[in-house]
């Protein structure tokens, strides 16, 4: 089972950043977490990953709370082709254990 | 490189034929997998290897699923024979460390629809 909560969909304006949360309460030490994407009929995309602190790269950041129970994915500016469906996943770092992909959340970015 | 190639794209069969689903992987990754994916189950793990050798294939459905990975570059999924709740987007993983971390890079799948 997945060990994440996320919001089923979420609506975004064009332009605006996108906030999408993700609950991971359970999260070991160990454990990181991991965004990817899947825009319509494609394979799922990697954006982002981190442990404790916020990391930030070309196409998004992330925020992880000083607990580590939750995390937010933030798109500074949501464009149309944003529109997919967004998976948090937690997994540890060592070994290469496969991913585990929940519902995620669907954001629907709006002109 | 041209990424995860997955072939076909689409594949219609019917039921009770065998269906064959190809991957190559991207060169150099040691680690490939096979997920399936559909509305009501969402994306499922069914199989992963690491240099060639089935690590772990408890997500296969039934023994009607098998897959292979004769080479390096290749893997297939076969099932046999085919029935209609097989119908799903199968998706074909690789996966290497780099930078610490192991990215997965995913092909662009191969919808399945058995009548």
């Known amino acids: 089972d997945a060990k994440t909560t996320q919001p089923p969909s979420m609506d975004c304006a064009e332009g605006r950043a996108a906030n999408l949360p993700c609950n991971h309460s359970t999260i070991s030490g160990n454990e990181y977490v991991y965004w990817y994407r899947q825009i319509h009929s494609q394979g799922p995309q990697y954006i982002i990953h981190?442990?404790?602190n916020n990391e930030t790269n070309e196409m998004a950041s992330l925020i992880i709370t000083e607990d580590r129970k939750s995390s937010t994915l933030i798109l500074p500016h949501a464009t149309l082709r944003d529109t997919a469906v967004y998976y948090c996943?937690?997994?540890?770092?060592?070994?290469?254990?496969?991913?585990?992909f929940g519902k995620g959340t669907r954001l629907s970015v709006i002109a | 490189d041209a990424g995860v190639i997955q072939s076909p794209r689409h594949e219609v069969t019917e039921m009770g034929q065998e269906v064959t689903l190809r991957c190559k992987p991207i060169?150099?990754?040691?680690?490939l997998f096979w997920y399936r994916q559909t509305m009501m189950r969402g994306l499922e793990l069914l199989i992963y290897f690491n240099n060639n050798v089935p690590i772990d294939d408890s997500g296969m459905p039934e023994d009607r699923f098998s897959a292979k990975m004769p080479n390096a570059s290749f893997s297939t999924l076969k099932i046999q024979p085919s029935e209609p709740r097989d119908s799903a987007v199968y998706f074909c993983?690789?996966?290497?460390?780099?930078?610490?971390?192991?990215?997965?890079?995913f092909g662009s799948g191969t919808r399945l629809t058995v009548v």
């Open positions: 993983a690789s996966s290497t460390r780099t930078g610490g971390f192991y990215g997965y890079t």
């Open positions: 996943i937690v997994r540890a770092q060592s070994g290469n254990t496969p991913l585990v």
């Open positions: 060169s150099g990754h040691d680690y």
């Open positions: 981190g442990l404790k």
